[in-house]
């Protein structure tokens, strides 16, 4: 793993466009204040609460949370032209579930409405329809995830539902990502503001 445990640190991983950054470290951040949220997620993270298991208490989300990680392997592929955010919780206000079973569906999802791909609603609605009802089944709340360590399971990709806005004074930027280069902040300050 790339960081240290929870335990420790008392912090999650947000990642976001370096355009968002500036925006972020002085507002904070809200669940829809990022332009992709309405034109790239809306609809997906409604389907997905649509398929909201009883079990699960209401004031859990998806289409009101903000996204973060636990952490992150070695190997992780970052997009590029982002920030690695660490931010401070209310673990109280927080789930864990399973992102393997929302990934699976956004690509059906997505192109269902593009002629040659309607064929993917039938996706949706057997296996795709099964993944989301086991995503919900899967889930747990943050403090009970650190009992029982669902995110240390194999093929148990981890994402932390986040319902609460974060302050900028909970923000701290980790490393800023290029096409060729994972930088800590530090490290690319020295490289680019000391010229």
Not at 39 to 58: G, L, Q, V, W
Not at 151 to 165: C, F, M, N, P, S
Request: aromatic fraction near 12%; proline fraction near 3%; charged fraction near 25%.
């Amino acid at each position: 793993m790339i960081f240290p445990e929870y335990e420790k640190t008392g912090v999650v991983y947000h990642i976001v466009s370096l355009n968002d950054l500036k925006n972020v470290l002085s507002q904070g951040i809200q669940y829809d204040d990022k332009v992709t949220y309405h034109t790239k997620y809306y609809d997906f993270h409604k389907i997905i609460d649509d398929h909201r298991t009883e079990n699960i208490p209401s004031w859990v989300i998806r289409k009101k949370a903000i996204f973060a990680s636990l952490n992150y392997p070695e190997a992780h592929k970052f997009h590029s032209h982002t920030a690695i955010l660490s931010i401070r919780i209310d673990p109280n206000k927080c789930w864990i579930a399973n992102e393997n079973c929302a990934n699976a569906i956004y690509e059906p999802f997505i192109l269902q409405e593009i002629e040659g791909f309607h064929q993917c609603r039938n996706y949706l609605a057997t296996e795709g329809r099964s993944l989301l009802v086991a995503y919900w089944d899967t889930s747990l709340s943050f403090l009970k995830n650190l009992e029982q360590r669902y995110d240390r399971k194999k093929g148990y990709d981890a994402e932390v539902l986040i319902q609460h806005a974060i302050d900028p004074k909970d923000i701290e930027i980790k490393y800023i990502l290029s096409d060729h280069q994972m930088l800590e902040v530090e490290e690319w300050r020295k490289r680019f503001c000391n010229c």
